[in-house]
């Protein structure tokens, strides 16, 4: 009888793990994975930042002129005082480039290197740098230095792009990638009279996409697995450059790896980069400058449209009204598989220790 209670309960309890799975929503998962200091194929050297942490006004730890390269590198120091002049001294100056990059970040500023600093600090980012471009006074989106946007004189405007015959990834099939980047690329026309098309011309084409190792010439060289994972040029520049030492996944199903890197989310981003925008502080949009490994991010947010908008007015078909809405049930679907997924946990817990209780009485 009690034998057949158990095998009964854990039915029940497979069950309920089975049902309890899809409800958790993508976006919970990037946070417990942003932080990989074990995975060996990883090269980045920002993972050894973690000894920063607790850093503020008058600390010295061995290093951090390290962390100061890094500050350099995105737009929080001046370019002018050369590497070697770096001291591992938390300066005045050094503290003002922390308050700027938790401003520009959407950090709480603290001035200090807390947790949540490092953190975003150490997770993978695009390479364009974040100061360069002005931000918006009353909006978080910013653009590049004098706001540059194409300009053709045809309505609506089509811009062409192509992909490199060369510098390529072998391990996605170039139809995955040709279908990623053109769903890319539609996110955008969808909210802007601008069309993209795909062409062989390569060399003549507006926007060139390709996959570089390290240094590729640009003056701006890759560093391998995760760190920077790609940058882009700003109008009418269109070059479109992704490191190729990342493991691009367009299917997290099939890939693995904790260091996964969501082609589509990047492209997105990048996107926004050969159109106009600079980086954001909301750290929903798109154009915001970090991406957590195995992470999507591709839905466009109010502050990207409002941005690229902007820029190019908007597309006669789209509506605000859908955005928002769709802005507020995403939420509400997030918010509600949570619930969700608290109830069936819940209810697993349960049937865990009812199954105990009977495996007991049993002996
Ligand atoms: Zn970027
Ligand atoms: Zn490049």
Redesign the pocket.
Known sequence: MFQFFSYFFCLLSIIFLFLSRPTFPASILPDKVTVITNNSTHNATWHDFTRFIDAEMGSHVIGMSELKKYFTRFGYLPMTISDSNFTDNFDTQFKSAVTLYQTKLGLPVTGKLDSDTITTIMSPRCGVSDTAHKIHVTKHYSYFYGKPRWSRRMSPMTLTYAFSSTDMIDYISLSDIKLVLKRAFSRWSSVIPVNFKETDKYESADIRIGF?HGD?G?G?AFDGALGVLA?SFSPENG?F?LDAAETWAVDFETVKSRAAIDLESVATHEIGHILGLGHTSVKEAVMYPSLSPRTKKVDLKIDDVEGVQALYGSNPNFKFSSLLESENSSNDAIALASRSSKWTISLLVLVIVILSFFEYSTF
């Open positions: 570089y590729h640009d701006e940058h070059r450059h």
